[in-house]
């Protein structure tokens, strides 16, 4: 994983000074059994969806999901979503 | 006239009736594995359809949540937003390339024009494109103070604007 400080205006420089400009490329590679790579390419921000304080504490679920256990053999089907509008727990 | 009896070579017909058996059958095996082989290569080919697919919207999600981090950014740091990002076009003209998509970034205020009033609410959608693959999320933007902020509860993933 690689975190860079990158300028709004210009996403191609790469900031390593001090003048912080509040947005952070990230950048994530897995390499698979095979040696297979994959990369995935993210943006996040000072003042993101992401940077929100809660009005009120409580629990929050980001994520639902699903497990199968199939069979008498127990295969497992997982699958999930991220939740974009964060709901309290119920 | 010549009399053609099937007695005359009862052997060679025997060949020939062999050989005609032998030809269907094998033409019959072969079109079954011709089948087998086609189907696999067909089921193979949907699979790996499938499986990128997968990976587009996944990438696509990523991309149109980072279109509104880039935006937000960009306003944070440009106080001219409202009249450099006017117009309800796509910013920037020329999608910004990241990992196998682009990003873009849409604000679209109620009233129709975001440079009218600074106290305008407006709407941040973010656009993210892998392949043919669209992926739109949304949030409300509000001034706070000199700044714009996102309304708690705004964001959701939405139909390009």
């Given at each position: 994983m690689n975190v860079e400080q990158v300028v709004p205006g210009d996403l191609s420089v790469i900031q390593n000074?001090?003048?912080?400009?509040?947005l952070r490329r990230i950048t994530i590679t897995v390499t698979d059994p095979q040696s297979n790579q994959t990369t995935l390419i993210g943006f996040r921000s000072e003042?993101?969806?992401?940077e929100h304080n809660p009005e009120e504490a409580g629990t929050f679920v980001t994520w639902v999901g699903t497990e199968l256990d199939v069979g008498s053999r127990s295969i497992k089907f997982v699958g999930g979503a991220n939740i974009a509008n964060h709901t309290l727990e119920p | 006239m010549k009399k053609i009896s099937l007695r005359q070579n009862p052997c060679k017909n025997n060949r020939h009736r062999r050989s005609g058996y032998l030809y269907v059958s094998v033409m019959g095996v072969a079109t079954v594995v011709s089948i087998i082989g086609f189907s696999a290569m067909t089921l193979a080919r949907m699979k790996l359809k499938s499986a990128q697919s997968g990976n587009e919207s996944t990438e696509a999600v990523i991309l149109s949540q980072s279109a509104i981090e880039y935006a937000m950014a960009n306003i944070h740091e440009n106080s001219s937003w409202r009249n450099d990002y006017a117009?309800?076009?796509?910013?920037p003209g020329t999608p910004l390339a990241v990992g196998n998509g682009t990003v873009t970034f849409k604000l679209v205020d109620d009233d129709g024009?975001?440079?009218?009033?600074?106290d305008d609410l407006a709407t941040l959608y973010g656009i993210g494109r892998v392949g043919d693959t669209v992926h739109v999320q949304s949030v409300v933007i509000q001034p706070s103070g000199s700044e714009m902020e996102i309304v708690v509860g705004s964001w959701k993933r939405t139909a390009a604007p």
């Open positions: 000074d001090n003048t912080d400009k509040g003042t993101g969806v992401m | 117009g309800s076009t796509e910013v024009s975001l440079s009218d009033d600074t």
